[in-house]
């Protein structure tokens, strides 16, 4: 009978260890993430509401913040129905950057690939 008992008590360990890994833990390391960008949110960030509206935040709040939606058009949004945001201002600077970057690098490519041509349609000329 001890044998049937410490078997059980061991697949319930099991059972939740398993549960805990595949759902819990997620899930707080979700909501953590989730607090991470709620807190982090700045002026001029592009965010999407939950019910998909998209705006630029003009003024945070300590609970809500002020989204501008259109010209003129403000409204107060609680920072709990932010959704995702979209980029940053910051994030958009640097990206700009590493596509001029990009962007050298496939010319070279480019005048690299034509002289080539250039080469071989002079040879066979």
Do not use: C, W
């Not at 609970?63 to 201002?89: F, P, Q, T």
Request: hydrophobic share 30%.
């Amino acid at each position: 009978m001890s044998g049937n008992t410490m078997t059980l008590v061991l697949y319930f360990v099991v059972f939740f260890g398993i549960m805990y890994f595949l759902m819990i833990r997620p899930q707080q390391k979700q909501q953590k993430q989730r607090q991470a960008m709620l807190s982090s949110l700045h002026v001029n960030d592009k965010v999407v509401t939950s019910g998909g509206i998209y705006g630029k935040i003009t003024k945070v709040k300590d609970k809500s913040i002020m989204l501008k939606v259109a010209d003129k058009v403000e409204i107060e949004v609680a920072k709990a129905g932010i959704g995702s945001v979209e980029n940053r201002e910051v994030t958009v600077e640097k990206d700009k950057k590493e596509d001029k970057k990009e962007d050298k690098k496939e010319d070279k490519k480019d005048k690299s690939t034509e002289t080539e041509e250039e080469q071989t349609q002079s040879s066979e000329g």
